[in-house]
T-cell receptor
């Protein structure tokens, strides 16, 4: 099956700093989603981005499908950005089944 | 507002007991999914359904079963709970298998402890 690798596994930032999280995948995809799992365990949909670039406030994401990677940018980080960020992909003809990466654990310090 | 709910949110049970976790969505989505998340890891697919009376096994289906009698609900049953099934369980749904309607939306999760 498709392999999904996220980096870095852990990240500590000072409030106000910017960061880039990366997701590499091993096959063509027709779905790529970024999630934020908050400290209470809830999974929040951030982006549905199988290709192209999207922005939502301080967050933006870019997927370069031909090179099999996606990037999540967090600008001017806040303590509420803390948690785990997951990338999940669905390979072509996978019947809408998502494969999750191992996540990036982010801690933003005040 | 349309949503996806799970119940109970927390459950403690004993080894060998049958347990059923509920998942209910009001989006009228065709597809529903059950995942488990173990400490420090990403989510893994247990079972999924593309519509009423359709069910399929995922990556980690042993010891679990599902049934789909209507569009809104996909209950997950642990036939005989084992300590290895202690985990957080997430339900998800999506409208279609075809982009761009294949985005999945997740419920709040159920934390299950098997003693």
């Amino acid at each position: 099956g498709i392999q999904v690798e996220q980096s870095p596994p852990d990240l500590i930032l000072q409030e106000g700093a910017n960061s880039t999280l990366r997701c590499n995948f091993s096959d063509s995809v027709n779905n790529l989603q970024w999630f934020h799992q908050n400290p209470w365990g809830q999974l929040i949909n951030l982006f549905y981005i199988p290709s192209g670039t999207k922005q939502n406030g301080r967050l933006s994401a870019t997927t370069v499908a031909t090179e099999r990677y996606s990037l999540l940018y967090i600008s001017s980080s806040q303590t509420t950005d803390s948690g785990v960020y997951f990338c999940a992909v669905e390979s072509n003809n996978a019947g809408n089944m998502l494969t999750f990466g191992g996540g990036t654990r982010l801690m933003v310090k005040p | 507002d349309a949503e996806i709910t799970q119940s109970p949110r927390h459950k403690i049970t004993e080894t060998g007991r049958q347990v059923t976790l509920a998942c209910h969505q009001t989006w009228n989505h065709n597809n529903m999914f059950w995942y488990r998340q173990d400490l420090g890891h990403g989510l893994r697919l247990i079972h999924y359904s593309y519509g009423v009376h359709d069910t399929n096994k995922g990556e980690v289906s042993d010891g679990y079963s599902v049934s789909r009698s209507n569009t809104e609900d996909l209950p997950l049953t642990l036939e005989s709970a084992a300590s290895s099934q202690t985990s957080v369980y997430f339900c998800a749904s999506s409208e279609s298998v075809s982009p761009p309607y294949n985005e999945q939306f997740f419920g709040p999760g159920t934390r299950l402890t098997v003693l």
